[in-house]
């Protein structure tokens, strides 16, 4: 599984818009507003990279959706 926060800025007047569609993709698991540069988080978890991808393209292309940011999940392991 893959886990990516998704930063979202809306167009003014648009959030309840931009919010209802983006509740509505398949992986979303969580979504808020926030305050300050962004105005929604939404908490992704897909199968692999090839999905994360094809739903940050999708919330990406939606009317009122100004611009994303994607935070990726970093699975590692600590050196001895």
Same mark, same amino acid.
């Given at each position: 599984?893959?886990?990516?926060? &998704?930063?979202?800025?809306?167009?003014?007047?648009?959030?309840?818009? &931009?919010?209802?569609?983006?509740?509505?993709?398949?992986?979303?698991?969580?979504?808020?507003?926030?305050?300050?540069?962004?105005?929604?988080?939404?908490?992704?978890?897909?199968?692999?990279?090839?999905?994360?991808?094809?739903? &940050?393209?999708?919330?990406?292309?939606?009317?009122?959706?100004?611009?994303?940011?994607?935070?990726?999940?970093?699975?590692?392991?600590?050196?001895?």
């Amino acid at each position: 599984m893959v886990s990516a926060c &998704v930063l979202i800025r809306s167009q003014r007047g648009t959030f309840d818009e &931009v919010v209802d569609r983006i509740k509505q993709l398949k992986g979303v698991e969580r979504i808020f507003s926030v305050l300050g540069r962004y105005d929604v988080v939404v908490d992704v978890e897909v199968p692999d990279p090839a999905s994360l991808g094809s739903i &940050v393209l999708r919330m990406s292309r939606m009317a009122g959706v100004v611009f994303t940011e994607t935070l990726v999940e970093v699975q590692y392991k600590e050196e001895a």
